[in-house]
């Protein structure tokens, strides 16, 4: 009976948490329908007299609109993309590792699993970076996300504004949700300062639009310098082809440390969000190359064009042909979460 009132307790809480994620996106929703109607209604239609002035308003700012709402979407909606089979332990493997109680016996077992996969990322200590919770060994830059609870391919950070898990699959759509916010606040801001300015001075009589203005800017300005902050850190994390979990704790390959292990350069990080036809770059469609699950490496580079080893971003020409690196099985296996 204690067991039952625990279960249901435990599910109960379960379902309040995923109701209360969605708070979050309920407020920026919310603030967003807001803008709509403060800015069509209360200033196009209302505050602005000049039938011209409205128009072009109104469509620039729809067009700006329409990629912002497009790509906060796609960033919510996107799901995370897990590691496929070949990186799970078999039914008879799990049940066989659950089972075994020496532990050099299962170091073996996922060593020996290892060997035919395309990792070379370890964890601090060297070790084979392993999850005990989803029972498969991790692919390059995949961390297993404890409020989605799966693992996350090259995964970023778990984003409650999206209520969502920012990896492979959608880090795109997040940076362009990010750079069309920015854009979104600040025509806003732009466009409605004149008319702050106005009301300020007295010269547009005291109405109800009068608040929805000043209000308007107020807000637009405010997320505006949160978001260039972010946007542009993010900016930042691309240029170098790292992922914000890679920024904080160094990924270690199987030669050790290496804080730019992805970087290709300039442009081939960003292709590497991106992909390489420049036309789907503002258009929030799936195009990042590759599967997720392994990566090009800078070390496997330098080998081919020495500049490589600065940080200039000089390797824009170099050599697409890239060879991995053998995997090492004599490193010990280490589980992680």
Request: charged letters at 20%; one cysteine or more.
């Amino acid at each position: 009976m204690r067991r039952g009132w625990k279960m249901a307790l435990s599910w109960g809480l379960r379902c309040c948490r995923r109701v209360l994620s969605w708070v979050p996106v309920l407020v920026i929703v919310l603030v967003v329908l807001w803008s709509y109607y403060a800015y069509v209604f209360e200033l196009c239609l209302v505050t602005v007299l000049s039938p011209a002035e409205k128009v072009i308003y109104l469509i620039f700012y729809h067009a700006i609109f329409v990629f912002f709402t497009w790509t906060y979407w796609k960033s919510i909606f996107t799901l995370p993309q897990q590691p496929n089979q070949k990186f799970h332990l078999s039914y008879s493997d799990k049940e066989r590792y659950e089972n075994e109680e020496r532990p050099e016996v299962q170091k073996q077992m996922l060593i020996d699993m290892a060997k035919k996969l395309p990792v070379y990322t370890r964890t601090g200590s060297g070790a084979v970076r392993f999850c005990d919770r989803c029972h498969l060994i991790k692919p390059d830059r995949c961390h297993h996300c404890s409020v989605c609870a799966m693992c996350v391919l090259k995964m970023d950070h778990h984003c409650p504004w999206v209520n969502n898990c920012i990896g492979f699959s959608n880090y795109k759509f997040f940076l362009q949700f990010l750079a069309y916010s920015v854009l979104y606040c600040l025509y806003i801001a732009t466009t409605v300062f004149n008319y702050f300015i106005k009301y300020w001075r007295g010269e547009l009589p005291s109405v109800r639009s009068k608040f929805h203005v000043l209000f308007l800017l107020f807000v637009a300005c405010m997320f505006f310098v949160s978001l260039v902050i972010l946007f542009g850190y993010h900016c930042w994390l691309v240029s170098r082809n790292k992922t914000t979990l890679e920024a904080f704790c160094t990924p270690v390959f199987t030669s050790g440390p290496e804080k730019n292990g992805f970087n290709l350069g300039f442009i081939k990080n960003i292709q590497q969000v991106f992909g390489d036809n420049k036309k789907f770059w503002l258009i929030p469609i799936g195009s990042s190359p590759g599967d997720g699950h392994s990566f090009p490496m800078r070390s496997m580079n330098e080998s081919q064009n020495p500049l490589l080893a600065n940080e200039e971003p000089w390797e824009e020409n170099e050599d697409e042909n890239r060879d991995y690196p053998e995997v090492s099985s004599s490193l010990a296996v280490e589980t992680e979460t």
